[in-house]
């Protein structure tokens, strides 16, 4: 017996019935649905195809999917940790979306993404410590990487 777990509104993980062996993977394209299992590729027309492969309704036992990694921001901009801690004082601070990782650590990150000038070139980073941000030229914060990209590749030229 098997579970679906689903990655996507149109692509599953196979999973056996304890929901944790992973027994392949399983897509819909272009209205064929795609097996991919132990090395093995096997394309179905339909879902009651699929069913008579495995002798079972598969697509009604779908496990919860989980819901994607709630995102935490300091000041609209993201960051990598779950418990962002903002300083307390600003007054010395420059005006970045700082935060540190605990609330006893004392290095602070700049949340976002940036771009930054190393001796070798332009690099982009994210969340960098804000003694990265003080020692090397940069540009940002910028809410995604993507935004981040635009600003890189006319900072190279």
């Known amino acids: 017996m098997v579970k679906l777990k689903p990655i996507t509104d149109h692509s599953w993980l196979l999973l056996t019935d304890d929901e944790v062996t ?9 209205g064929k649905i795609t097996l991919i299992a132990s090395s093995e590729k096997t394309t179905f027309d339909t879902r009651d195809q699929v069913n008579e492969f495995f002798k ?3 697509f009604s036992k779908q496990v919860e999917r989980e819901d994607t990694k709630k995102e935490y921001t300091v000041n609209g901009y993201s960051v990598n940790v779950t ?3 903002e300083p307390d004082d600003y007054a010395d601070l420059p ?12 290095v ?3 949340a976002g993404y940036y771009c930054i000038k190393f001796p070798g070139g332009w690099s982009r ?3 960098p410590k804000l003694s990265t941000l003080a020692k090397y030229t940069w540009h940002g914060p910028f809410y995604t990487a ?3 990209k635009a ?6 030229d």
């Open 22 to 30: 992973k027994v392949g993977l399983l897509s819909e394209n272009a």
């Open 108 to 110: 602070l990150h700049s």
């Open 146 to 148: 993507m935004e981040t």
């Open 151 to 156: 600003t890189l590749s006319t900072l190279r």
């Open 56 to 58: 079972e309704d598969v």
């Open 95 to 106: 005006n970045l979306p700082l935060y540190s990782k605990s609330k006893k650590s004392e």
């Open 83 to 85: 418990e962002p801690h």
């Open 125 to 127: 980073r994210y969340c």
